[in-house]
């Protein structure tokens, strides 16, 4: 009987030997740079903190990113990297996390048996103003998109004055003669990596989409105009952020007048020369006041968003773009806007002489008031960028889908308290309606699928539509339709076209000034 007993567990040895190796194989990959070893749970494989890019500190600080130095034996991807330096988080109510310099770290999320199959790739650019914000927020995380049979890959960018930093000095030592835009060279960076390689992860390298929101949107729209980025992705989704107003407005989105810009806070920092700069202590450069801009910097972007998408110069790619209904509540939440002050509300965050071509009415009330400032905001910062986004990427036949996001958050939720705010729509698109939330309701759940099953689509054939779901309209400048994502999905006209038109006169009368 104890001879069986030794029988049985010499034959149950190599099967148990035989599932470690089949585990060990589905979580281990070869990169350029050497293997890793991610973690499989309930079906999903992520590869958490897997480095892009050289870490960008000392003399490669304000530097294009440098190549990962390899390794040997293999290197263990079961812990988020530290996040690029910032004040504060995004979203604000974001946990805690620690950051870096040392930050170019990427993040994969691959269905279990990925491998043998070519998936399409979605690739997360999160925002926070180019100020804020990470890779590793619980919100983005990836498992459950993944589900979707996609792989989803976040990648953290240099951030603030670490990021977008231009300077003389910083242009004359350049290989390129210019400088800034640090932090698009490491999203593009990122998608080189992903490009050479996510095939060894079962990803597609010529189906990769481009996903993000706030100024991780306006990124895409900047990345689409730059001939660095040709090839690397074939769809973009931009969720409330583009960059397509008159780069006139502010001398300092140009290269010379961002370089003055840098030249100021190298001054006002105490340092005489790039040497003792690079030396001074990130927290320290952290605490001090800097303009974060993406400029035309002559290398990332040689021209304005604008002229290049004018021309039908900008990388060929299909384009799904959208806003949401309350998002101009963010930015005057804190603020009592009366008849009395409602003109000077307007010209806090704009110049007057843009107010005046927009030709704003007084107000009748208060409320009436509140309401103005809100729709002046989410039209200027936020909707007219979607709406040229889309009406600019159809001119030369592009495939172009819109929509308008409606739901109001439940109470005690992520983004609740304003409306359809901005970012609202992000929980939905991650399908991550966070279970210690109770207060979610089926019609949110309802909503989540559908979001994730329409951006999944777009990102496996640039067509968001299925069988099972409402159809979706493609958006032409003829026939501006859409779909409204709300209570209940519908076709719908997801701009007010009369509203942004004004806007567009205006922006068009500066763009005429700017070329006198």
Not at 53 to 70: E, F, N, T
Not at 132 to 143: E, Q
Not at 173 to 198: C, F, H, M, P
Not at 354 to 374: F, I, K, T, Y
Request: aromatic share 10%; with cysteine.
């Amino acid at each position: 009987m104890a001879s069986l007993r030794v029988m049985c567990v010499l034959c149950i040895l190599p099967i148990i030997a035989c599932c470690m190796l089949v585990q060990t194989t589905q979580t281990r990959v070869l990169t350029e740079s050497g293997s890793v070893e991610g973690v499989e749970a309930d079906g999903i494989v992520v590869f958490k903190g897997i480095p892009f890019a050289a870490p960008p500190v000392g003399k490669l600080r304000w530097r294009a990113p440098q190549p990962v130095a390899p390794w040997r034996g293999v290197r263990s991807a079961d812990n988020f990297s530290p996040v690029c330096m910032q004040q504060g988080s995004y979203p604000p109510d974001a946990p805690h996390e620690h950051s870096n310099e040392d930050c170019l770290y990427l993040n994969i999320w691959t269905p279990s048996g990925a491998r043998s199959k070519k998936l399409p790739v979605m690739f997360w650019i999160h925002g926070g103003a180019l100020q804020n914000g990470s890779a590793s927020t619980p919100l983005y995380a990836g498992d459950r998109l993944a589900r979707y049979d996609v792989i989803v890959v976040t990648a953290n960018y240099r951030l603030g004055v670490f990021g977008f930093l231009a300077h003389p000095d910083l242009t004359r030592e350049s290989d390129n003669g210019t400088s800034g835009n640090y932090g698009l060279q490491d999203q593009l960076a990122a998608l080189q990596w992903v490009k050479r390689n996510i095939a060894a992860f079962g990803g597609d390298p010529d189906q990769v989409t481009v996903f993000g929101q706030s100024s991780g949107s306006i990124s895409i729209s900047a990345l689409i105009a730059s001939p660095l980025a040709k090839g690397l992705f074939r769809g973009a989704i931009g969720q409330s952020g583009g960059l397509f107003e008159p780069m006139q407005l502010l001398p300092e989105l140009a290269l010379p007048g961002a370089e003055q810009a840098g030249a100021r806070f190298m001054s006002d920092a105490g340092a005489t020369d790039l040497a003792r700069l690079r030396a001074m202590p990130a927290d320290q450069l952290l605490k001090m006041s800097f303009k974060t801009d993406i400029i035309v910097d002559g290398h990332v972007l040689t021209r304005p968003p604008y002229d290049i998408f004018i021309e039908g110069k900008q990388n060929d790619v299909s384009v799904l773009v959208g806003t949401n209904r309350d998002e101009g509540e963010t930015f005057i939440r804190d603020r009592a806007i009366t008849v009395t002050n409602y003109r000077s509300e307007l010209e806090r965050g704009f110049p007057s002489f843009l107010v005046n071509l927009m030709g704003v009415q007084q107000a009748a009330n208060d409320a009436e008031a509140h309401m103005g400032v809100s729709a002046f905001n989410r039209d200027m910062r936020f909707r007219w960028d979607m709406w040229t986004w889309a009406r600019l990427s159809t001119r030369n036949g592009g495939r172009v889908f819109a929509y308008e996001f409606t739901r109001v958050p439940p109470v005690g939720t992520p983004f609740s308290g304003f409306g359809a705010m901005h970012g609202a729509e992000m929980p939905y698109v991650f399908n991550n309606l966070d279970p210690a939330a109770p207060t979610w309701t089926d019609d949110d759940h309802r909503l989540a699928f559908a979001i994730a099953t329409y951006w999944t689509n777009f990102a496996k054939t640039g067509d968001p539509n299925d069988v099972n779901m409402p159809a979706w309209p493609a958006f032409t400048e003829s026939n501006q339709q859409g779909i409204l994502l709300g209570d209940e999905i519908h076709t719908g006209r997801p701009f007010d076209e009369k509203a942004l038109g004004r806007i567009d006169a205006a922006y068009s009368s500066v763009r005429a000034a700017g070329s006198q």
